[in-house]
């Protein structure tokens, strides 16, 4: 059974740095044919995918947060660990995980936390 | 990047209607377009991968239909626990995309 759980800060501050945890059981992330993903969702609008590694530690990005982003796997531990730099009150919303396989689209997702970012 | 354009933006039916989802894409994705649902407070639920296959466990009211830049998610006959927020997105190319969603209402 693959399940999947987010961890993290609640509340960040603006020019702070959110470092966000996925905790996941049922799969090994070390090979190519598997990955995790993030995806975010502000209040009330649509989701947004945000960044992807695969188990041979391939990554991808959002283009239009590239900059602010760092993907990072410990398949020790099983977990994959977000960084988003800099983060503004428009980073609100809700940062899900989720697996994927390379050629399907996420079929487990964890329940999602969610981040307030306020002064 | 590749542009997803879900219509309607709300849908209002009845219980025991068929609901047709649209979702457009700014170019071919081929079939690598999936559908998810969503209700509130809880994460999306994958239905349809690669545009026309049921995920584990989705009941057969579900279908979807389509290719290249055009797809359709079908729910055949409306019950009470299908009225939830649709997404499609696609696995084509990075990045991944998502559609702006369609809600599902009861009318």
Do not use: H
């Given at each position: 059974?693959?399940?999947?759980?987010?961890?993290?800060?609640?509340?960040?501050?603006?020019?702070?740095?959110l470092t966000l945890t996925c905790t996941f059981s049922g799969f090994s992330l070390s090979t190519r044919e598997l990955g995790v993903g993030w995806i975010r969702q502000p209040p009330g609008k649509a989701l947004e995918w945000l960044a992807h590694i695969y188990?041979?530690?391939e990554k991808?990005?959002?283009?239009s947060l590239k900059s602010r982003l760092t993907i990072t796997k410990d398949t020790s531990k099983n977990q994959v660990?977000?960084?988003m730099s800099n983060m503004d009150p428009v980073d609100t919303g809700t940062y899900y995980c989720a697996h994927r396989r390379s050629s399907t689209h996420f079929s487990y997702w964890g329940?999602?936390?969610?981040?307030?970012?306020s002064s | 990047e590749i542009v997803l354009t879900q219509s309607?933006?709300?849908l209002s039916l009845s219980p025991?209607?068929?609901a047709t989802l649209s979702c457009r894409a700014s170019q071919?994705?081929?079939?690598y377009l999936a559908w998810y649902q969503q209700k509130p407070g809880q994460a999306p639920r994958l239905l349809i991968y690669d545009a026309s296959n049921r995920a584990t466990g989705i009941p057969a009211r579900f279908s979807g239909s389509g290719s290249g830049t055009d797809f359709t998610l079908t729910i055949s006959s409306l019950e009470p626990e299908d009225f939830a927020v649709y997404y499609c997105q696609h696995r084509y190319n990075w990045p991944l995309t998502f559609g702006q969603g369609t809600r599902l209402e009861i009318k």
């Open positions: 059974q693959i399940t999947l759980k987010e961890s993290g800060p609640t509340l960040v501050k603006p020019t702070q740095t188990g041979d530690d991808r990005y959002s283009p660990v977000l960084i329940q999602g936390t969610l981040v307030t970012v | 309607p933006a709300t025991g209607e068929r071919s994705v081929s079939n």
